[in-house]
């Protein structure tokens, strides 16, 4: 029999690019019977993701992309530790209950200063809003039950600009969702708006520090005095949380005096990213209960470890370690001083792009001053291009700018976001403002062209002109619409 088969021997000897294995389409549904050396698969796996973007001119998200090398050495020397397996690693359990104490006390929860806080690390904000909302939901049921009414409505009120987990939260527990609708112009919850909303069988409020479309704080304690008010005139007891998933890391630093966190006494619970500007890789989040009493007991498990008890309340049982000694490694490494030196510098880079954006002419800037170091903006005319083509065009600089369209009652107003992260200075922000300068020119060159060819107009374009800018504006988004359909959680 003639063959052709390379042996195995042979195989050894040939560069991988001359092996067979580049030359062969690699399986995507079945898993290959036979196994490939380890340097080919590593070769083609790599090649295959350069054709992910690059995270670092990622700029749609919050979630950071780069840390110090000595910490890259202790999140490898970690990868291998499971965290759950408290009896063996008592030193990372104890490394997390500590990041715990701290962001508690950034937070200004009422524990002494040697007292232990409650709180846990999780995978991310998502996982701690379901565990925040499950306390809120429990703890409503029994007071309910106590009550002798029925407690099988349960619903939540936060704005229509909450990010999507807590609708996911709201799906997963069947928890009815009770959105404030946005209007134009003003892009958070209303707080006024919010507490009407509230009813018998409302669990909490949710308000957000740092809206994931304009990273506007919304007005928490405004909420509060609000809520306070109402709660002494109808003998309900309705909470807040707050989800601080990327301002917990901000306000603290910058707006020490703006009252948002445990200052406020309707607030019992507040979740942050760790991995956000917490300054972590992917992987980490964090939820910090006001007292032991806003925790349903029903809910902690407590595993004893080394005689000793640890209450742990999370939804996965196996995970990493690495992220819990990441986050602990950034808040000693950096301290307080360290992290508003970072947060003010990002603030200072997002200023710098958001004047250059709006030297342009031609957008309007929606984000604020006070809060998340974002520059989120659209364009005041959209009959000639679209954010949508703008973000198309910035790809081919290697930018990533996401456009989307904002929830209701503000669909037709479509935005562009950079969120500017610990990673991005000073040269990146005046080279994306020369970037989008130039998509700007080249749009106009060519929308020039298209004009000088259109010598005559047909009746339908003639009624086109006559619309106003704000119907050309809901055309434009819904048309956009059909190909953006889903990607509220593509904002993150
Ligand atoms: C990012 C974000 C979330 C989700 O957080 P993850 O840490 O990505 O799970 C929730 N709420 C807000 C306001 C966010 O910005």
């Known amino acids: ?207 957000i520090l740092g809206s994931t479309l304009t990273g506007e704080f919304e007005d928490v304690k405004v909420l509060n005095d609000l809520l306070v008010q109402k709660n002494a005139e109808t003998g309900w007891d309705t909470p807040i949380h707050v989800d601080a998933a990327s301002g917990g890391f901000i306000a603290p630093f910058l707006y020490p005096d703006l009252e948002w966190d445990f200052r406020l006494p309707l607030v019992k619970s507040i979740n942050v990213s760790g991995h956000k500007y917490g300054l972590v890789y992917a992987g980490v989040g964090w939820v910090i209960w006001r007292t032991k009493d806003d925790l349903p007991d029903d809910l902690v498990f407590h595993i004893n470890y080394l005689g000793a008890d640890q209450p742990t309340f999370t939804l996965n049982f196996s995970k990493g370690s690495s992220q819990i000694i990441a986050q602990y490694y950034q808040l000693i490494r950096l301290g307080f001083e360290g992290y508003r030196n970072i947060i003010e510098n990002c603030m200072e880079n997002a200023r710098v792009l958001k004047e250059g954006i709006e030297r342009t002419g031609q957008f309007e800037v929606l984000s604020k001053d006070v809060g998340v170091p974002l520059v989120a903006f659209m364009l005041k005319d959209s009959t000639k291009h679209t954010v949508f083509d703008i973000a198309e065009s910035l790809r081919r600089f290697g930018w990533i700018v996401p456009a989307y369209t904002m929830p209701a009652d503000a669909q037709h107003i479509a935005v562009m976001r950079v969120v500017i992260r610990e990673d991005f200075n000073r040269s990146l922000a005046m080279r994306l403002v020369t970037d989008i300068e130039k998509v700007l020119q080249e749009h106009e060159v060519r929308a020039n062209r298209l004009s000088a060819t259109t010598v005559i107009k047909t009746d339908a374009e003639e009624n086109h002109a006559k619309k106003t800018v704000v119907q050309i504006q809901e055309e434009v988004t819904r048309h956009w619409k059909k190909f953006v359909k889903g990607r509220k959680a593509i904002v993150c």
């Not at 195989?11 to 290959?32: C, Q, W």
């Not at 950071?64 to 000595?70: A, F, I, L």
């Open 1 to 207: 029999m003639i063959t052709t088969r390379v042996t195995d021997s042979e195989e050894n000897i040939h560069s991988t690019f001359g092996s067979r294995f580049v030359r062969d389409p690699l399986p995507r549904y079945k898993m290959p019977e036979k196994s490939i050396p380890k340097d080919a698969a590593y070769q083609i796996i790599n090649d295959e993701l350069m054709l992910d973007g690059n995270p670092r001119l990622n700029l749609a998200s919050f979630v950071t992309t780069w840390m110090e090398p000595e910490c890259d050495k202790l999140i490898m020397a970690s990868i291998n530790k499971n965290y759950v397996d408290m009896d063996e690693y008592p030193v990372t359990t104890e490394l997390q209950n500590r990041c715990v104490n701290m962001i508690a006390h950034l937070f200004n929860a009422p524990v002494g200063e040697s007292e232990t806080a409650i709180g846990v690390g999780t995978v991310g904000s998502s996982e701690a809003i379901m565990l925040a909302g499950l306390a809120f939901k429990r703890k409503w049921q029994q007071r309910r039950r106590d009550q002798g009414l029925p407690c099988d409505k349960p619903n939540i009120v936060t704005g229509a600009n909450v990010q999507v987990c807590w609708e996911k939260f709201a799906r997963y527990f069947e928890v009815e969702l009770k959105e404030v609708k946005l209007r134009e112009g003003y892009y958070v919850m209303d707080p006024e708006k919010a507490v009407e909303m509230v009813d018998e069988n409302t669990i909490c409020v949710a308000a």
